[in-house]
Every structure is written in C-alpha cells, then in structure tokens.
C-alpha cells in the first residue's frame, strides 16, 4: 500500500491519506519500470478476468538482490511469465471476496519467514506487525496454519517477508500448483505508519498469496474510483453470506487509509472459511 499514481487515484477517505492496497512507490523508479507489454499477454489477461488497463513489467529485488521482472497487475499482484502462462484461460471469480481458481491446497501448513537480512529487512515495526498477521490468519482456524520464523535462511519457506526501499505499499502475487506466492514486499515507507497499518497491508498481500483478489473490484471506490476491474465472462458465483455491494471494512478492498484497524472485517472471516 502507498500513496496513489496512475491506475489508482488520490482521495481522501474519513481521517488521513489513501493509500493503495499494494502498489509501488511512484517515486522508486526501481522498482517500477513501464515498458511494453504484448497483445499476447494482455489477452491472456483478460481471459483471467484481471484488468489490463494499467499493465506494465516490473524488477522485483528478491532478498539477496538478485531482480526478477515480472509483469504488475492492477498495482499490487505480480505474475511470472511462467505463472501466467500455468493459469487457467477459463477461471472464474467470487464475489463480494472473491478470489482466482488458483488457490492453495488445504489442508496444509504454510511455513512463513519474516527477513531480518541488513539490506532489506523487516524493520522492528514490521516484525511485530508480521506476527501479529500470522496470529490473525491462524486465529481463523482454517485448513491452512501458518508457522513463523525470523531469519536470513529464506529458501525453504511457503512466503517470505522483506522490505524492499519504496513508499508505503506493497507487492504480492497468486498462488501457483497449489502453494501459496512466495515473495511478499512490504515497502520502506510503511515504517512511518502504527503497527496497525502495517499489519494491514501484510494481511492484505498474503489474502494474494492464497489467492484473494480485492474486494471492491466492480468499482475500486476504496481508491476513490468508479472503475470495474473486471467480472468473469464465464460467472461470477457469489459467496455465501457475503455482501454484494460495497463493504468498507474489508482488509481486501483495493485501497485503504491510514485509520485502518488491520482487523478482519466479518465477511473477510466468511470468505476465507469459505475457501479454506
């Protein structure tokens, strides 16, 4: 989450600035390079359901700096060339939550690692706010529980946690052979916030890596926007006892303000039990 450029629009909601839920920093041109995009991969897009208003490739620094680019979807999901191209041409979308058809097996244990690596690691702030993620996630009791660790020994773990230099947002990815998206960026900027709204966005971009997609995708409004990322051609199904209007207490809305509580909202719990 950061402060908005481009697909998502500046506003104010309530008390203080709106952020989105996952983007890069507009500044950090390191972290954002615009380039072309291929017709071919738009349309693959677009039968994903996902919007293709606003793609772009991006250099994703992995903790030991080595860079991936990856294309950047809708500000704050990234995708490998090789995920895209695994995805289902056919998959549908929930709503109000809503999610891809990639999705984590469950049962399963979910082994989380929070860097403290010198370069890009976890602020004090952000660990505590990670921990406190991690317990949010496990007081749900789903199929999926999740286990923390603080260290530098990334490789073996379902996500990994780091903070690249940025604003304050973050980058997340979908899901892939039924494991979650390692890689979740929790940008620099973030440190500036109460622990609350980092806990919040780190909740928010591991809801990508199980495979949420935002809540408000008919028409953004959390970003001050009336613009409809897109619902699928092929149905929309509807998740029980879920709202399907707009839900201003979701952790999963596309953008948020720094009054966040960084606690579920009621039909976050509903979608989550729902799929897990």
């Known amino acids: 989450m950061k402060t908005m450029k481009s697909f998502f629009i500046p506003a104010i909601v309530g008390i203080g600035l709106l952020l989105t839920a996952c983007e890069n920093d507009p500044k950090d041109e390191n972290l954002d390079v615009q380039q072309e995009v291929s017709d071919e991969v738009l ?67 979910i082994n989380v690692i929070g860097y403290t690596g010198s370069s890009q690691g976890l602020s004090s702030a952000m660990q505590t706010a990670l921990q406190q993620a991690v317990n949010s996630y496990n007081s749900l009791n789903l199929g999926l529980t999740f286990t923390l660790t603080f260290g ?54 591991i809801g990508h890596c199980l495979g949420m997609r935002h809540t408000d995708w008919f028409s953004r409004q959390s970003c001050g926007q009336n613009s409809n990322e897109g619902e699928a051609g092929v149905g929309a199904v509807h998740i029980p006892g879920t709202p399907t209007g707009y839900d201003p207490s979701s952790v999963m809305l596309a953008c948020f303000n720094s009054g966040v509580s960084g606690n579920w909202g009621q039909y976050d719990i509903v979608a989550l039990n729902y799929l897990y």
Do not use: C
């Not at 490789?155 to 494991?179: K, T």
């Not at 709204?197 to 971009?205: A, N, Q, S």
């Open 43 to 109: 349309d693959k897009l677009a039968s994903l359901e996902l919007n293709t208003n606003d793609v772009s490739l991006t250099d994703v620094v992995l903790p030991d700096g080595s860079v991936e680019t990856n294309y950047l979807i809708e500000g704050d999901i990234v995708m490998s060339k090789e995920h895209l191209s695994e995805m289902e041409l056919h998959g549908g979308v929930e709503s109000e939550q809503y999610h891809t058809w990639n999705l984590v097996n469950s049962p399963k244990t």
């Open 152 to 205: 530098t020994n990334y490789n073996p773990y379902d996500i990994v946690v780091y903070s690249p230099s940025g604003g304050a947002g973050g980058q997340a990815g979908f899901p892939s052979g039924g494991n979650p998206y390692k890689w979740v960026q929790i940008f620099s900027g973030l440190n500036s916030y109460p622990t609350q709204v980092i806990r919040h966005v780190i909740m928010h971009e």
